[in-house]
């Protein structure tokens, strides 16, 4: 059993396009992420949030909206994509319990063209 | 603020050899962990080890330990024995709270070739 999905894993598509990505995490933990992988590979969080509630919004752009319908899901929405939103993102999971380690799952490597 | 400083962007081990990869930190949270996650080229973040910063002894996972040394902020990975499929990126990171939640702050990672 996979502990964090998402889905799709490659995600390929023009400029303008609204896009969205899937995470399921089914380890039972209350807080979810957004972590987004550039092409140097530098990770930087974009969201997270604890039992469905937002509590980090690292100045991402409005384009990008989180949502979390459950504390096991949290999706990614993308509007009006742009060149520059092509990265890789990766959702992840942990316990609400401060200095503990986050779970990832296997990224989705978006292509914008 | 917190951050990581990792300096080596690559190494290269010999098979079955013992590498170090450095990692330093800098904050002013006296309470923080630092992890050491393995990204192999199929691209999956894999959790490899945890050291809190009370902890008073060195972290270890099976071939892999952490070196803290508090007073030097450094959090060096010691893979012991390496082998091929450790070749991949290492990021070590740091939590850091906010707003009642925390995040991960990360390294930009050091490329490990392991050599047959």
């Known amino acids: 059993d996979t502990a964090v999905s998402q889905t799709p894993k490659y995600l390929v598509t023009q400029m303008g396009n609204d896009k969205s990505i899937k995470c399921e995490q089914n380890?039972?933990?209350?807080?979810m992420y957004w972590y987004k992988q550039d092409s140097k590979k530098f990770l930087k969080i974009m969201f997270s949030?604890?039992?469905?509630?937002?509590?980090i919004n690292e100045t991402v752009p409005n384009r990008f909206s989180p949502k979390s319908p459950d504390k096991a899901h949290l999706n990614l929405h993308i509007n009006s994509l742009e060149l520059g939103d092509s990265a890789v993102y990766f959702c992840?999971?942990?316990?609400?319990?401060?200095?503990?380690?986050?779970?990832f799952g296997q990224g989705t490597r978006l292509t914008v063209v | 603020a917190q951050k990581i400083t990792q300096t080596q962007p690559g190494m290269f081990v010999q098979e079955k050899e013992a590498v170090t990869l450095d990692c330093t930190y800098d904050?002013?949270?006296?309470?923080?962990?630092l992890f050491w996650y393995k990204q192999p080229s199929s691209g999956e973040m894999i959790f490899l080890i945890y050291?809190?910063?009370?902890?008073?002894q060195n972290a270890t996972e099976g071939r892999y330990s952490l070196n803290f040394q508090k007073a030097r902020k450094s959090a060096n990975l010691v893979i012991s024995a390496s082998q091929l499929g450790d070749s991949a990126m290492y990021f070590c990171?740091?939590?850091?709270?906010?707003?009642?939640?925390?995040?991960?702050?990360f390294g930009k990672g050091t490329k490990l070739t392991v050599n047959p």
């Open positions: 992840a999971s942990s316990r609400r319990v401060l200095n503990t380690e986050a779970f």
């Open positions: 380890l039972g933990h209350d807080t």
């Open positions: 949030y604890n039992n469905k509630e937002l509590i």
């Open positions: 904050t002013s949270d006296p309470s923080y962990g």
């Open positions: 050291q809190g910063s009370y902890d008073q």
């Open positions: 990171a740091m939590s850091a709270p906010q707003g009642g939640s925390e995040k991960l702050v």
